[in-house]
């Protein structure tokens, strides 16, 4: 079986601004900040609230914007559609895009399948969704997104023999996990024996809490990647980092000011990040309208505690 280089460490979910189309321009001032902290960067149009024409949104930013990311970063794409044909095109969309570039650097295609297909017959759809691709592959399962497109009465997590199945074909190699502790216990058992499958947490509270040693993928690291990446490095490399009681009481710190960020933006973290990077003068576009009532004057309090990217200030 093929293996891929997939990086351990710190993903950073990159933040997005509410534009239908990417700009190289709107990253200049976000990837300096971010490129020598991350050991990836995931482009998820969906999470940002991004749903027009997803593929030609996902081939722009490959053509225009991929450059500006450092050729050393892997890039993972996110190829979800609101349906399988939509997925499909998507898919097209980015193989037809990446040409010679994936011969240059690491690029992953993920999917989060449940948004748009139950478990039932999804080894098979991967069976001929992925037939004509050469690009590896990563699975997502988040059940707090799914809820928005599911009936109640639908599974909202993958079941882990379902998993197993789709990690049986070519190029599949890893999962990001955005569920409880629960879940992700079972998949890291019922892939145990895949030493070359790599399961990232997709929630920042469960790293923090109880951390893998594959890394995590994260949205607040957009703000504050320093703090990140000890964190992710201290998880993902215990034996490298000394136990002295002060390294311990900084890391502790770092963690229980990144559980208060998480908490703080969870309930509409794509309007209240773009908010405090346009504050920042990273992004120079409005971050579109809040989902929550409150969720601006949460950002109005933030920026006033931190004015400057990636500083840490007591919450």
Partial sequence: MKKYNLPRGLIVSLALPQKKEPEAADFTRLFPM?????????????????????????????ERCVDAIPS??????VI???????TRDILEAVLGAVGQIKETR???????????HSNRGLPDYYRGLLSKSDLPVLLMNDPERIQTSKPFYRRRNLVPAVLKKIAELPGVCGLINASDIKHGLSYSRIMRDRADFRIYDGKESLFLENPN???????????FPSAWKLI????????????MPDMIKQRWLLGHFLQQVSKEIDRDAPFFIRYVLNYWGVFEDPPGSPSGYDSETRAQRFVKFHPEPDKIQPL
């Fill in 34 to 62: 971010l490129n020598t902290r991350i050991d990836g960067i995931l482009i998820d149009p969906l999470f940002w609230k991004i749903r027009d024409d997803l593929a030609r949104y996902q081939r722009l930013f490959i």
């Fill in 213 to 223: 040693k594959n890394g995590l993928v994260s949205v607040t690291a957009n703000l």
């Fill in 106 to 116: 690491n690029i992953f295609l993920v999917d989060l399948p449940l948004w748009y």
């Fill in 80 to 86: 979800t559609g609101s349906s399988e044909s939509e």
């Fill in 232 to 243: 992710a490095e201290s998880s993902t490399r215990l034996e490298d980092f000394p136990g």
């Fill in 72 to 77: 050393h970063v892997p890039v993972f794409l």
